[in-house]
Nanobody, 121 residues
Framework: QVQLVESGGGLVQTGGSLRLSCTASGTIFRINAMGWYRQAPGKQRESVAE????????NYADSVKGRFTISRDNAENVIDLQMNSLKPEDTAVYYC??????????????WGQGTQVTVSS
């Protein structure tokens, strides 16, 4: 089992910045990728950013390119999401997720509990 714990959400004004962190713990053999999704009220959950651990490839939703940066600390199984130039439409619950390889070489996706990000206009 893998546990993901997010931190860093909160309330910020338009144009402000927030930094989210996600720590993975538990039985971790290998991490394929980790990233962030978000879900705004009345909308579907959408992918925001991900980092593929082999090669550190990053992918971003078009709506956040140039404003958000995802990074990782492999030694600590931690990923961060630096969010700059925040807009009201970034308001959502942000969920950390990751694809982890277990002892049987099977890939499993895990989710965190989510952290609220609110951007006031």
């Amino acid at each position: 089992q893998v546990q993901l714990v997010e931190s860093g959400g909160g309330l910020v004004q338009t144009g402000g910045s927030l930094r989210l962190s996600c720590t993975a713990s538990g039985t971790i053999f290998r991490i394929n990728a980790m990233g962030w999704y978000r879900q705004a009220p009345g909308k579907q959950r959408e992918s925001v950013a991900e980092i593929i651990f082999s090669g550190d490839t990053t992918n971003y939703a078009d709506s956040v390119k140039g404003r958000f940066t995802i990074s990782r600390d492999n030694a600590e199984n931690v990923i961060d999401l630096q969010m700059n130039s925040l807009k009201p439409e970034d308001t959502a619950v942000y969920y950390c997720n990751g694809v982890f390889i277990d002892a049987n070489a099977e890939a499993r996706r895990y989710w965190g509990q989510g952290t609220q990000v609110t951007v006031s206009s």
